[in-house]
């Protein structure tokens, strides 16, 4: 076709070879890609990440167990809580150690009131990705009463700490719990004015409906997780069926994408699916309130914290899916070897494919789609 | 399936090739010989019963000791919800397998990772080149020997102790 063109009109054509990053703002962070496109039609989309890799795995071998829990944050800042989670979990699993009841409530409130700040980011910088400015304006307001909560829960606004070997760092005073109730109240009908305001809006739909389907198998094949995952049709989710915590005494649905609009498992599923979760999250929030029973908020743990030799492989279902901590101990105060597994990883991994044959436009809304997360990806 | 009866169904199809078991584990795990895990992989991902459809994690584990790196593959099925752990000894003066890629797609993106950090040579890998590191950098920071190179690129790696410097 191209020779075509060229011979009637005397225009040259060829493909061009575009550098996308590494700090384009819809890139959520600092990744880059290397795009060859034919006119607006890419060819191919070649990932390049690491800018932001800070070694954290080998930084675990060099601190102690309790040491490690502030860098295991870093992973993944805007879902720091669940870092901290997954490498308790390993640790804990590896010295046999307990958990108070009340320290589990403490940890499931504080995720899920961070997986709703996550999804709120997500979904909100993606309306902005497909240029939508309001919607984001408002996820983010919400946001910040997600921020100051976890201020007052645990004195910072990112970077928590929060969970430590054996239960929490801090308990959830009643105070605290009231006004996370007084929250959710307030936050669940504005689920609904977002929908109003984005999730229905035909420019959004037209745009994301039948873009980069991601097939069953593939979902698989590249193992996505989380809402990625879900988007396809798969029903699973880590809190229901690896059950961790508190989670199997807690009633929630796992939403699945289910073509609403347009194709099963493109990118507007993976959207509605993140929109239902936060709706979930209230749910369970709700009844960690109710049933948050009295005690102590952290167990008795030694500050020489020395697991026995073995090795355990810790999941939590965090915003971005799957998230795994490998841990290996040799008996000795520090971490033999740390493996942070994350779902923007794999995430990131089947974009080449995707791109393929998709307008340069929509490999923007693909990314927005899988919530990729550039910490997430070079740990 | 439990994770003895995996290891029952391995030892019956590759004899000799998948050994020292460990039950007791919290994952229990499992040795498998370097030149069979592609098919052991595939064995176990399209096998009525096994099916393990994904590969949750591939990563390695420095024992210079015992002068070996293992590779780890974490692999998960969705339909049963049970899990298997391979581990395979490689020496560690020339640590070299066969690619998984074939089987699960994701592999390309773990081993590349593997290879980055461990410098394990992933043959048949259709694209082995450092992922977070540049490609000039020199040597496998996550080995237990690692020692960073002084610059790189002209620019040092080292940062002098400020205070020391300043009561000089």
């Given at each position: 076709?191209?020779?075509?063109?060229?011979?009637?009109?005397?225009?040259?054509?060829?493909?061009?070879?575009?550098?996308?990053?590494?700090?384009?703002?819809?890139?959520?962070?600092?990744?880059?890609?290397?795009?060859?496109?034919?006119?607006?039609?890419?060819?191919?989309?070649?990932?390049?990440?690491?800018?932001?890799?800070?070694?954290?795995?080998?930084?675990?071998?060099?601190?102690?167990?309790?040491?490690?829990?502030?860098?295991?944050?870093?992973?993944?800042?805007?879902?720091?809580?669940?870092?901290?989670?997954?490498?308790?979990?390993?640790?804990?699993?590896?010295?046999?150690?307990?958990?108070?009841?009340?320290?589990?409530?403490?940890?499931?409130?504080a995720?899920?009131?961070?997986?709703?700040?996550?999804?709120?980011?997500?979904?909100?910088?993606?309306?902005?990705?497909?240029?939508?400015?309001?919607?984001?304006?408002?996820?983010?307001?919400?946001?910040?009463?997600?921020?100051?909560l976890?201020?007052?829960?645990?004195?910072?606004?990112?970077?928590?700490?929060?969970?430590?070997?054996?239960?929490?760092?801090?308990?959830?005073?009643?105070?605290?719990?009231?006004?996370?109730?007084?929250?959710?109240?307030?936050?669940?009908?504005?689920?609904?004015?977002?929908?109003r305001?984005?999730?229905?809006?035909?420019?959004?739909?037209?745009?994301?409906?039948?873009?980069?389907?991601?097939?069953?198998?593939?979902?698989?094949?590249?193992?996505?997780?989380?809402?990625?995952?879900?988007?396809?049709?798969?029903?699973?989710?880590?809190?229901?069926?690896?059950?961790?915590?508190v989670?199997?005494?807690?009633?929630?649905?796992?939403?699945?994408?289910?073509?609403?609009?347009?194709?099963?498992?493109?990118?507007f599923?993976?959207?509605w699916?993140?929109?239902?979760?936060?709706?979930?999250?209230?749910?369970?929030?709700?009844?960690?309130?109710?049933?948050?029973?009295?005690?102590?908020?952290?167990?008795?743990?030694?500050?020489?914290?020395?697991?026995?030799?073995?090795?355990?492989?810790?999941?939590?279902?965090?915003?971005?899916?799957?998230?795994?901590?490998?841990?290996?101990?040799?008996?000795?105060?520090?971490?033999?070897?740390?493996?942070?597994?994350?779902?923007?990883?794999?995430?990131?991994?089947?974009?080449?494919?995707?791109?393929?044959?998709?307008?340069?436009?929509?490999?923007?809304a693909?990314?927005?789609?899988l919530?990729?997360?550039?910490?997430?990806?070079?740990? | 399936?439990?994770?003895?009866?995996?290891?029952?169904?391995?030892?019956?199809?590759?004899?000799?090739?998948?050994?020292?078991?460990?039950?007791?584990?919290?994952?229990?795990?499992?040795?498998?010989?370097?030149?069979?895990?592609?098919?052991?992989?595939?064995?176990?991902?399209?096998?009525?019963?096994?099916?393990?459809?994904?590969?949750?994690?591939?990563?390695?584990?420095?024992?210079?000791?015992?002068?070996?790196?293992?590779?780890?593959?974490?692999?998960?099925?969705?339909a049963?919800?049970h899990?298997?752990?391979?581990?395979?000894?490689?020496?560690?003066?020339?640590?070299?397998?066969?690619?998984?890629?074939?089987?699960w797609?994701?592999?390309?993106?773990?081993?590349?990772?593997?290879?980055?950090?461990?410098?394990?040579?992933?043959?048949?890998?259709?694209?082995l080149?450092?992922?977070?590191?540049?490609?000039?950098?020199?040597?496998?920071?996550?080995?237990?020997?690692?020692?960073?190179?002084?610059?790189?690129?002209?620019?040092?790696?080292?940062?002098?102790?400020?205070?020391?410097?300043?009561?000089?």
């Amino acid at each position: 076709m191209d020779e075509a063109i060229e011979s009637q009109s005397g225009l040259n054509t060829e493909d061009m070879t575009i550098s996308v990053g590494p700090q384009h703002p819809s890139t959520h962070g600092v990744l880059r890609f290397v795009v060859k496109t034919d006119g607006e039609v890419i060819g191919e989309a070649i990932p390049d990440v690491g800018y932001l890799h800070r070694s954290i795995e080998k930084i675990g071998e060099k601190v102690t167990y309790h040491g490690y829990v502030p860098y295991t944050d870093r992973a993944d800042y805007l879902a720091a809580m669940f870092a901290n989670q997954a490498f308790c979990m390993a640790a804990e699993r590896l010295a046999g150690t307990e958990v108070t009841r009340r320290g589990e409530f403490c940890r499931v409130i504080a995720c899920e009131l961070n997986r709703i700040a996550s999804h709120l980011i997500s979904v909100g910088t993606f309306g902005q990705d497909i240029g939508a400015m309001t919607p984001f304006v408002h996820a983010l307001r919400e946001r910040e009463t997600i921020n100051n909560l976890m201020e007052e829960i645990c004195g910072a606004r990112l970077t928590y700490n929060y969970i430590r070997i054996g239960g929490v760092g801090y308990d959830i005073v009643p105070e605290t719990c009231a006004k996370i109730g007084a929250f959710i109240d307030h936050f669940e009908p504005i689920v609904d004015e977002f929908n109003r305001l984005l999730s229905g809006n035909k420019i959004f739909i037209e745009r994301l409906a039948g873009v980069a389907v991601v097939s069953r198998e593939d979902a698989f094949s590249y193992n996505l997780v989380g809402p990625n995952l879900r988007g396809s049709g798969v029903k699973w989710d880590i809190r229901r069926d690896i059950p961790y915590s508190v989670y199997p005494e807690l009633e929630f649905e796992v939403p699945v994408g289910n073509a609403h609009v347009g194709k099963l498992g493109d990118s507007f599923d993976r959207y509605w699916v993140r929109i239902r979760e936060m709706q979930e999250s209230c749910k369970i929030l709700r009844q960690c309130l109710k049933m948050m029973p009295k005690g102590p908020a952290i167990s008795k743990v030694p500050r020489k914290f020395r697991p026995p030799a073995g090795e355990c492989y810790a999941r939590v279902e965090a915003p971005r899916g799957d998230m795994g901590f490998y841990v290996v101990s040799d008996g000795s105060e520090y971490p033999y070897r740390v493996r942070i597994r994350t779902g923007s990883y794999t995430a990131m991994s089947i974009i080449d494919k995707l791109s393929k044959g998709i307008m340069l436009a929509d490999l923007i809304a693909l990314i927005g789609s899988l919530d990729v997360d550039a910490p997430e990806i070079d740990r | 399936m439990h994770a003895k009866d995996i290891y029952a169904a391995l030892e019956r199809q590759f004899p000799g090739q998948v050994g020292n078991f460990k039950a007791d584990a919290l994952e229990p795990y499992l040795t498998v010989e370097g030149s069979a895990i592609v098919e052991v992989c595939r064995f176990l991902r399209d096998s009525a019963g096994l099916d393990f459809q994904i590969l949750s994690d591939l990563t390695a584990l420095d024992w210079p000791k015992e002068e070996k790196i293992q590779v780890v593959y974490h692999l998960f099925s969705y339909a049963h919800n049970h899990q298997v752990v391979l581990k395979v000894d490689l020496p560690r003066d020339n640590p070299k397998i066969a690619t998984v890629e074939g089987v699960w797609k994701v592999a390309n993106w773990f081993e590349r990772e593997v290879y980055d950090l461990f410098g394990v040579i992933f043959e048949g890998h259709s694209d082995l080149r450092r992922i977070m590191l540049p490609e000039d950098w020199i040597g496998y920071p996550l080995r237990k020997d690692y020692v960073e190179q002084e610059e790189y690129d002209g620019i040092s790696t080292q940062r002098a102790p400020l205070v020391e410097k300043l009561l000089r």
